[in-house]
């Protein structure tokens, strides 16, 4: 769901269920609503490879937005004022960092990055990404160098609606591990995030990258050459 042209992430309130996954998020977890108001869960929404920017430095906001080509707004409902309330921003990683090193000459801004690198080690369970992780290399032998680690660290931070936080990722699962790899190869190798920007439909953008999906997959299960 968009708010104006502003993809809009809302913290949920209650119980909620994917509408297309169906898996159970629970509450606080991370939502979009499609246009019939159903759930999403963020790896559904094709937003779970994006980092959280929470609210509170302007010029680092303004910034990582302008280089965000995919950004979503991140809202929860204060009953204390009867409003749905900005807690921060989902970007692009790429777009984060350069904000950053353009907010990196003074020292406020070095302050924020070690906050920003703390808030991330609070995000993360070390030792449950360190054995997802695993469970991709063990799955996927032949994915690149280390890749297994950037996967495992995206699936399981600490929103409800990413898929290494459901009961089935955290049992190691091999389904839940694929899908994992599936929305990391779908963003990082094939033109995927260039179709939604473009405004083409969301399964309509997937359907076109199925098959480049499904050879990575192949590849990185079972070697071979690069197509």
Sequence with gaps: MSKGND???FISTRN???GECGWELGRRAWITL???KNALCLSCADLDHLEFLPSGDAALTRRSRKYSGLSAVVVQWSRARKRYERQGLLVENEALERAEKECAADESARKLARARAAARRAGLDLEYVRSFAGRVREIYPFCPTAREHLIA???CRKYSGRVGRSAA???LDEEAVRLAVTAHVRHAETNYDDLLLKGIERRDAREK???KVF???DRWKHGGSQD
Aim: aromatic share 4%.
């Design 34 to 36: 499609e246009r019939k």
């Design 153 to 155: 660290e995206h699936a």
């Design 7 to 9: 993809i809009v992430v």
């Design 169 to 171: 990722a955290k049992a």
């Design 215 to 217: 050879q990575v997959h």
């Design 16 to 18: 909620s269920t994917c």
């Design 209 to 211: 990258v199925y098959q």
